[in-house]
């Protein structure tokens, strides 16, 4: 205990309690759980010495333990551990140490949580009478799962259980608050919809979460650091792959870049396709084009998503977070993916776009351990091992190892070894000593076959063997396991160099002397081939060997004719025929020299005689013969092989009649030699197909015995000519002709290599005429066109990206690349490697680029201060033309090379705030003007004009001027008015109004001036100027005051309206100074050269122009003040123009920083492009305003220009001048007239309004006169209409003779829409007012029904009901009336919308509406009267069409009639053929809405009229079924489909056809020339003229068919073989012989031989002798018996062994495989050993362990000896017999009267503890415990 362990804190034996909540009167309840085998756990924290502040901990429950769990050894512990200390012992001694004073931990208590993590806690109790150090609560985590979605938050369940709890009186709905980084385990929440935060626990409960995104959890009150383990106190965290704790090994980084090569006809294209399970994904998209994905489940469910908007959204149960940019895209996923995501494409632009990706991707086969195999011995000891599989992720299932093998990343796990089965095995009963394994039970290890031969006979090569994993038994024998269970030691190498000297190469020996003694001769010598040990041997290159003879010259001059060419052993023919006959001479060249021939081969018959031919030379200084290779000789080698006749065999008779011989070479009768030539018979067919040739035997016969001779007894000359016949000439069965494989198209990775694979037909051998043929002919399986090649992985190389865009346009820039060192794997794919890995020289990554000049461009100076500390003024700044040259740098240049600056480029207007006036200080409550900066120009005659103070008017004369002064802050009454400086009050003619308001009512010329409006300190000024009829500015009569002193005042003095504008001054002008300075001195005329040049200038379009002559004309020549006949003429014309000043001063102030001599040029350009931009302005803002009923067609067209909106029109007018005038007005449509007049009091008891108001009766109206006044040539007739029905004339309601209409006494039933409708010849007008009751609200209604099938847009008043197909624009209008206005709201299915579907005047606009736009839209109209609400129904129609998928109905027709024919009907037509007698199922694909109707036609009439047509309509129309089909039955079946939105035929055709056979053209000639060519007609069978299958035609008859002879002409002349003969040796390379003859095959069928020579023009000679029996002559071969030394198998028996491997007879060893033919030697066998003169030798027993009971035993020693010494040998020499037990049981009989005593060192303990009545311990301490 502490010293000051704090109140409340008292111990009792070991038991600590807290009293805080504690009843004393459990203390006894408690004890007496001890007392009864149960333990409390101790319910205090550990108290520290010197640290109180944490006080203690309260536990919500506790564990009662069972006091039988306590075991033995935790008495042992507990009581050992049990020893008195001081404090220095205590602070140095161990955490076991520690722990042995506190009783054992208690279970676990249950868990916080049933899910998504929680905390579990265990107690232990003090047992010392002292304090123990430590904790007496531990934690740790539970229930690590993640909870269901519908769980919900843990930390928001706590805050809703306060819900029902008043705080401060009142019930809220607490939501959490998260994150807190103060306390993050205090319960905060935050009352739904208020900002109050309240900390409603001090502690959450245990296992919540302190943070939203982090493991880590809040116990008691602390937060607790949490791994990814879910472990307590654990920092692990998961890597890349999401492995907790793991290294990165399980997936691989993937990144890369593509870029797009989109085309027309490639819209979109992979980027990359990532695999399930990957994570941190990131892609970015520069360029145009746009992303999106396909995704594939491992269910195989297949999704798209077009990312059409950013935001983060699930795709495939993925979260994926997707940013939309103008120039590029960015897409993330967090992972783990839950399917394959493919990122694909789509072109949007001409531009190519680049997508740069990374991602970690999983190596989704790693490999896996599998469990220990089953051990090696079922007893007595043996080991088992694991091994490891290659596991697919995937697919849950286990694939080949190479699978695994591919990811470099991917390590095979090392087996495990462990003893196994160590219990003794029943024959001996007893224990086995533990021996290492390899003494009594070898481990398998790795054994190796020899080596094969070197792969290279010089210069380096490689050679391998065969490495394998065995086993051997106690008995010796060996036998081949798996590899795994060898992999504990590392695996021999399987390859090693080999040969690595140098090759063999040529050796020039000394030149022989001059053949001749004079003159010119020749000189020779010897070039052998030396090898790398000086020894004479083959295989150097024949073409780089030294040649072996040259000219020479001998000074002596000869006294005979020189010859020619050089001399040489020239010898005569006979001679040189005889060396070749007997066998040639050896000479010092090198030369073949032939062996005799060999017997025949044959006893009788044709046979064939062999001989050796060598390439030999004689070496001059041995004088001996050696043997050279064959390619050393030169010229053609003798014949190796002819062919011999042995007589005939028994019974033979030859085929060849000696009278054809005897006409054939004038008879051999007359010769009366003994020998002659006879001819013996036929050789066999040199080809079993396609045309061979026998040839005739020619052998020498003695002619009295017929028997065979030697040939040089016949005479040479006399034989006769070889005789060749045709045999085998039936065409070649179809077989497969395989091309030679192209080269790999890579060197490594992995290539492709392909081949020419073709069925051919081999017709005729001497034409080599064959026919390429259909696959399916050749039978045998095709052989394989591509097979990979190369597939090895690549060395590391350098792989360089796309070079980026030049950092600049011009003037020398850079351009970077990625260059990246990879690894191209033998799976094709890109290992990427550090850069060391590429030993090449690294390309560059930057370069130079654009090294060219930059085109001369402003260098702009930052814009000066403003000109003026307050109010309005400018600021300027210069600018240098500059070039950028190719070098990099900038030079100054002449301006001119520049392109003309913008105007606005060097000078613009600023504004600061508004000056105070002089002697008044500024206040922040001041009156202000809110005045309009705008400059207008009339330009068509209007009555009345209203304008804001604070601009400049260019007016015509007589029109009205309404002038406002919107003041703030000051009382209207306050508001005073002054012209040129002078105090203005109200005349006849200027009316100045009490309210801010100034009127003039003509203008004249004396009204032009400044006015100015005055609200106490704040003053504004409106410039009024007069255009003339010439459109030329009126001069203004002198006025009291001048404009000059009138503006100056405006910005507090002369000097600074000076300044403020003297940059704008003499721009135009191009008078005296004197000009220049009057116009300085009149700021109030600045823009008055730049409106007159606007009004002169001669590029108004011409129709303005002519409008403007029409309408001065019109002034002059007519009296009345408006004449309708020129409005036509001005119809679109502006009435005013209006323009920001500022616009206007940009432009002087342009023209102002122009040189004096081009200022005019530039002025005239600006103004003709400023009229321009008017006009169009004016036009674009005429449109807008108009409706579209109202729009009429532009009679202007504009010149393309840029649009800078300078002016804009103004149509505020209060009238258009009325009807009447000329006779010669042209014709118009009619126009009504909207009039603008006050707004009706509700009091009035007649109201008189106009078109366009609003009438609100009251109580007290009497009458109403509603105004109807409209223009038109010929004169309108006006006609009036109630809510759309035509007004019912009475004594109450009457039409007036002006049109006007009057409603006397009205009452509630006259509310409504009263409509105008103006109509003459041209077309109409109509015009609406509204009367409402009272200013309740009113809506324009319409009950009729809209169906619209075909316009791109409908229009309706609400309460219709529309419908019409998808598609279209649905406007449905609204109009309300009511006083005050009523305001509109527009409902949908009784859902308010929102503000996007609103129009202007109350209309809903539905753009583009589909089926889910369908519905019931509402309007309602409210104001303070009341509300009133009208509904329209919208219906979308689906007009009937062939469905997309067409499924649904292939699934119905399948139902309908399993086994029957069908056809489905399309609007092209379809067609089913049948034959006679069948039924059919036609189907008609369709949707819509509402569900077409479907009628069924038969040739154009409906299916219920035809005859003799047996049908059913079945699936609501939608399946026609036709039965026993005939010829009146076919022919086209239409069917009908039709609802409200249109129709759609859909068609089908039944051909009823037959099969039948039909004989076509004949097949190609089955010879080319001879006597065997024929032609077998082709049968087909046919269905309409068109060839199928034949087995439709199977039933029918076949028509009879003979062959045709063809092609029986003489052949061309041919080569013709014989068969090879036999080979010369069985292996190590003979010999095989043919004969080749040419022949000519005549149409009769008889082959003739002709001159080689014909053949050869036609062909190649084919060759006559080839290699044979290549293999090499393979023996087994085997070493000497190894020692014997092997394990023991008996008495003095051991094992030997020795190698056995596969060689040549050279020597050179070869894989065993070579050898498998021939019986293997064996490789082991028994001999005597001294070593194993062995036997077990046992001691005698030793005593019992136990007198009596159950658990006695004995032992002995048992050890193996040596026979003759009588010293231990290793026991695994002994093996072979049986080992002796070592132990046994003894004294097994049952103890009686045995004594009570103790069998255990702790029983006073147990008895101090009152444990004894615990039967386990009460046996175990009877002495002990008895006592007690």
Known sequence: MCADAGP??????????????????????????????????????????????????????????????????????????????????????????????????????????????????????????????????????????????????????????????????????????????????????????????????????????????????????????????????????????????????????????????????????????????????????????????????????????????????????????????????????????????????????????????????????????????????????????????????????????????????????????????????????????????????????????????????????????????????????????????????????????????????????????????????????????????????????????????????????????????????????????????????????????????????????????????????????????????????????????????????????????????????????????????????????????????????????????????????????????????????????????????????????????????????????????????????????????????????????????????????????????????????????????????????????????KKDDCPSEWLLSDWTECSTSCGEGTQTRSAICRKMLKTGISTVVNSTLCPPLPFSSSIRPCMLATCARPGRPSTKHSPHIAAARKVYIQTRRQRKLHFVVGGFAYLLPKTAVVLRCPARRVRKPLITWEKDGQHLISSTHVTVAPFGYLKIHRLKPSDAGVYTCSAGPAREHFVIKLIGGNRKLVARPLSPRSEEEVLAGRKGGPKEALQTHKHQNGIFSNGSKAEKRGLAANPGSRYDDLVSRLLEQGGWPGELLASWEAQDSAERNTTSEEDPGAEQVLLHLPFTMVTEQRRLDDILGNLSQQPEELRDLYSKHLVAQLAQEIFRSHLEHQDTLLKPSERRTSPVTLSPHKHVSGFSSSLRTSSTGDAGGGSRRPHRKPTILRKISAAQQLSASEVVTHLGQTVALASGTLSVLLHCEAIGHPRPTISWARNGEEVQFSDRILLQPDDSLQILAPVEADVGFYTCNATNALGYDSVSIAVTLAGKPLVKTSRMTVINTEKPAVTVDIGSTIKTVQGVNVTINCQVAGVPEAEVTWFRNKSKLGSPHHLHEGSLLLTNVSSSDQGLYSCRAANLHGELTESTQLLILDPPQVPTQLEDIRALLAATGPNLPSVLTSPLGTQLVLGPGNSALLGCPIKGHPVPNITWFHGGQPIVTATGLTHHILAAGQILQVANLSGGSQGEFSCLAQNEAGVLMQKASLVIQDYWWSVDRLATCSASCGNRGVQQPRLRCLLNSTEVNPAHCAGKVRPAVQPIACNRRDCPSRWMVTSWSACTRSCGGGVQTRRVTCQKLKASGISTPVSNDMCTQVAKRPVDTQACNQQLCVEWAFSSWGQCNGPCIGPHLAVQHRQVFCQTRDGITLPSEQCSALPRPVSTQNCWSEACSVHWRVSLWTLCTATCGNYGFQSRRVECVHARTNKAVPEHLCSWGPRPANWQRCNITPCENMECRDTTRYCEKVKQLKLCQLSQFKSRCCGTCGKA
Request: hydrophobic share 30%; net charge negative.
């Open 8 to 849: 409340g804190l008292i111990s009792s034996s070991g038991f600590d309690f807290l009293l805080s909540g504690f009843d004393p009167s459990l203390m006894s309840d408690q004890l007496s759980l001890v007392h009864h085998g149960y333990k409390v756990p101790s319910l205090a924290p550990c108290m520290v010495c010197g640290d109180q502040s944490q006080g203690a901990v309260f536990l919500r429950e506790f564990t009662l333990i069972r006091r039988e769990s306590l075991h033995e050894d935790f008495l042992s512990d507990l009581l050992n551990s049990h020893k008195t200390e001081d404090s220095s012992s205590r602070t140095a001694r161990s955490e076991e140490d520690r722990d042995g004073l506190w009783d054992a931990w208690g279970p676990w208590s249950e868990c916080s949580r049933t899910c998504g993590g929680g905390a579990s806690y265990s107690l232990r109790r003090c047992l010392s009478s002292k304090s123990c150090e430590g904790r007496n609560i531990r934690y740790r985590t539970c229930s690590n799962v993640d909870c269901p979605p519908e769980a919900g938050d843990f930390r928001a369940q706590q805050c809703s259980a306060h819900n029902d709890v008043k705080h401060h009186g009142q019930f809220y709905e607490w939501l959490p608050v998260s994150n807190d980084p103060d306390n993050p385990c205090s319960l905060k929440c935050q009352a739904k919809g208020t900002t109050l935060v309240v900390e409603l626990a001090p502690k959450v409960l245990d296992g919540t979460r302190c943070y939203t995104e982090s493991l880590d959890m809040c116990i008691s009150g602390l937060c607790q650091i949490v791994g990814c383990d879910h472990q307590l106190g654990s920092t692990v965290k998961e890597d890349n792959c999401g492995v907790c704790n793991g290294d990165g090994s399980t997936c691989r980084l993937v990144r890369g870049q593509y870029k797009s090569q989109l085309s027309a006809t490639k819209s979109d294209d992979t980027v990359v396709a990532i695999p399930y399970g990957s994570r941190h994904i990131r892609l970015v998209l520069k360029g145009p084009d746009h992303l999106y994905l396909e995704t594939k489940t491992l269910q195989g469910t297949k999704g798209e998503n077009s990312l059409s908007s950013t935001g983060t959204f699930l795709v495939d149960n993925s979260s994926v977070d997707f940013q939309k940019f103008p120039d590029k895209e960015i897409l993330r996923m967090a992972g783990p993916l839950t399917a394959d995501f493919i990122v694909k494409i789509r072109n949007s632009g001409s531009a190519d776009s680049t997508v740069q990706f990374i991602f970690y991707q999983p190596i989704i086969h790693r490999w896996r351990e599998t469990d220990f195999f089953p051990c090696s011995a079922t007893c007595g000891g043996g080991y088992q091992l694991t091994s490891a599989e290659c596991y697919d992720l995937r697919s849950n299932r286990v694939v080949a190892d190479q699978y695994c093998h591919y990811y470099p990343e991917n390590i095979k796990p090392k087996p495990k070894l462990q003893e196994c089965n160590l219990d003794p095995c029943p024959a001996s009963d007893g224990y086995k000593q533990i021996m290492p394994y390899d003494l009594y039970h070898p481990l398998p290890r790795w054994e190796a076959t020899p080596w094969t031969a070197c792969s290279s006979s010089c210069g380096g090569g490689i050679q391998s063997r065969a490495v394998s994993c065995v086993e051997e038994d106690i008995q010796g024998h060996v036998t081949s396991v798996e590899e795994w269970k060898c992999m504990y030691t590392p695996k021999m190498p399987i390859a090693q160099p080999c040969n690595i000297f140098d090759c063999p190469k040529w050796l020039a020996q000394e030149w022989s002397p001059c053949t001749v003694t004079c003159g010119q001769g020749l000189r020779y010598r010897v070039v052998l081939c030396i090898d790398h040990r000086g020894m004479h041997t083959g295989g150097c290159s024949p073409k780089t060997k030294p040649h072996i003879k040259e000219e020479c010259i001998v000074p002596t001059p000869c006294y005979k004719p020189k010859e020619k060419l050089p001399v040489e052993a020239k010898l005569p023919w006979f001679k040189q025929a005889q060396e070749l006959e007997e066998g040639a001479a050896v000479s010092e060249e090198p030369s073949f020299i032939p062996e005799a021939w060999s017997a025949c081969t044959v006893t009788c018959g044709v046979g064939t005689q062999v001989r050796i031919v060598r390439c030999q030379v004689l070496l001059s200084f041995s004088q001996s013969v050696a043997d050279l290779p064959i390619d050393e000789c030169e010229g053609p080698k003798p014949a190796s092989q002819r062919a011999c006749y042995a007589g005939p065999c028994s019974g033979e008779i030859p085929e060849f009649n000696p009278d054809e011989t005897d006409g054939l070479f004038g008879g051999l009768q007359d010769f009366d030699e003994l020998y002659d030539w006879e001819y013996e018979g036929f050789t066999k067919c040199s080809e079993s197909c396609g045309g061979g040739v026998q040839e005739a035997v020619v052998s020498c016969l003695n002619k009295q015995t017929r028997e065979p001779a030697e040939e040089n007894l016949c005479v040479t000359s006399r034989r006769p000519p070889q005789l060749l016949k045709s045999c085998n000439l039936d065409p070649c069965p179809a077989r497969w002709e395989i091309g030679k494989w192209s080269p790999c198209s890579l060197t490594c990775g992995v290539g492709l290599q392909t081949r020419d694979v073709f069925c051919s037909h081999l017709l005729s051998r001497e034409m080599n005429e064959t026919v390429i043929l259909a696959d399916e002919l050749c039978r045998q399986p095709k052989p394989s066109t591509v097979q990979a090649c190369n597939r090895f992985n690549c060395p590391p190389a350098w792989y360089p990206a796309q070079w980026q865009p030049c950092s600049r346009t011009c003037g020398g820039g850079v351009q970077k690349r990625e260059v990246l060192c990879k690894q191209r794997m033998a799976d094709g794919s890109f290992l990427e490697l550090p850069e060391t890995f590429c030993s090449a020289s690294k390309p560059a990554c930057q370069q130079a680029c």
